[in-house]
Nanobody, 119 residues
């Protein structure tokens, strides 16, 4: 089973930026980011296929978030800009063998990292 280790996150002011990282123990078909705020369901943020570079984004983060990868390190990055209070959540990296936009296809999850945006 692939292991995922996350880093980054923290607290920022509204309008600030953060970068999250997720390193996989081996190659995976795709990697994605989900988030879960207190009292809310987990929702997809972004995903990427490392080989092709094809990306997808949730509508609520488009234009503010960018996902990228470094295949030499089996690492994906989530750059988040213009952060809003509603972006406050626990962010999770996930790996899937065929669709990283769907959490029910996950074969592995990262440990989670908190992002807090304050006004």
């Amino acid at each position: 089973q692939v292991q995922l280790v996350q880093s980054g996150g923290g607290s920022v002011q509204v309008g600030g930026s953060l970068r999250l990282s997720c390193t996989a123990s081996r190659y995976t078909y795709c990697l994605g980011w989900f988030r879960q705020a207190p009292g809310k369901e987990r929702e997809g943020v972004a995903s990427i296929r490392p080989t092709s570079g094809i990306t997808s984004y949730g509508d609520y983060v488009k234009g503010r978030v960018s996902i990228s990868r470094d295949n030499t390190k089996n690492t994906v990055y989530l750059q988040m800009n213009s952060l809003k209070p509603e972006d406050t959540a626990m962010y999770y990296c996930m790996a899937s063998t065929f669709n990283c936009a769907r959490e029910d296809t996950a074969v592995s999850w990262g440990q989670g990292t908190q992002v807090t945006v304050s006004s």
